[in-house]
């Protein structure tokens, strides 16, 4: 079965502070996600890798930075937190070639910034 | 930009009837897939079903099937003998390219005993 882990369930931080989110999938997939999910909006893509050190932008990047030194781990970054980031973000991790594009979703962490 | 639109955002049904989640979608590919996704509550997305636009047979995988209307842009998902642990928020999805996903907004579906 695959695996993705995010290091924490829920997270609360201040305004300012920088908070780092980790993900780690046991898959050996090329590609890894992070994506912010509120209320009415569904799911939204922050950042994606499809590589180590590979980054593209999503739909929502402001804000936030991602870093990939190893295949298996994607972080994702808050430089300085603010309250509008206060969200669930969810990592996903899928194979680039060979599947179906199916993508397999760590827990969440629920981050709040007060 | 590509979109999915769920227009229900709540629904329910009665244990073991059935139940239809809607699904409107907006794409220029002409080769993609479609899936609905099902996130339990505080538990993890998982998978429920796939579709291959190139496929016109409807996917069904057990008590989950499809409806798929590839002129339309519908892709409907209906969940027969209703149970308990299918309580939650359902997510139609579509495959952009490049990797991506786009999701509806999402219906929350509960099961009245």
């Known amino acids: 079965d695959v695996k993705v882990t995010q290091s924490s369930r829920y997270l609360v931080k201040r305004t300012g502070e920088k908070v780092f989110l980790e993900c780690v999938q046991d898959?050996?997939?090329?590609?890894m996600f992070w994506y912010r999910q509120d209320p009415g909006l569904g799911l939204r893509l922050i950042y994606f890798?499809?590589?180590?050190?590979?980054?593209e932008k999503g739909d929502i990047p402001e804000g936030y930075s991602v870093s990939r030194e190893k295949k298996e781990r994607f972080s994702l970054i808050l430089e300085s937190a603010s309250t509008n980031q206060t969200s669930m973000y969810l990592c996903?991790?899928?194979?680039?070639?060979?599947?179906?594009?199916?993508?397999?979703f760590g827990p969440g962490t629920r981050l709040t910034v007060t | 930009a590509q979109t999915v639109t769920q227009s229900q955002p709540e629904m329910s049904v009665q244990e073991a009837e059935t139940v239809t989640l809607s699904c409107t979608y907006d794409?220029?590919?002409?080769?993609?897939?479609l899936f609905w996704y099902k996130q339990p509550p505080s538990r993890q997305m998982i998978l429920v079903i796939r579709?291959?636009?190139?496929?016109?047979q409807n996917a069904t995988e057990n008590r989950f099937s499809v409806n798929f209307q590839k002129a339309a842009k519908s892709f409907s998902l209906k969940i027969s003998d209703s149970q308990l642990g299918d309580a939650a928020m359902y997510f139609c999805?579509?495959?952009?390219?490049?990797?991506?996903?786009?999701f509806g907004q999402g219906t929350r579906l509960t099961i009245n005993p």
């Open positions: 996903a991790s899928s194979l680039a070639r060979g599947g179906t594009y199916e993508q397999y």
């Open positions: 898959m050996d997939h090329e590609n």
């Open positions: 890798s499809y590589d180590v050190k590979m980054k």
């Open positions: 794409t220029s590919e002409s080769d993609y897939y």
């Open positions: 579709q291959e636009a190139y496929k016109q």
């Open positions: 999805v579509n495959w952009e390219g490049a990797q991506k996903l786009v």
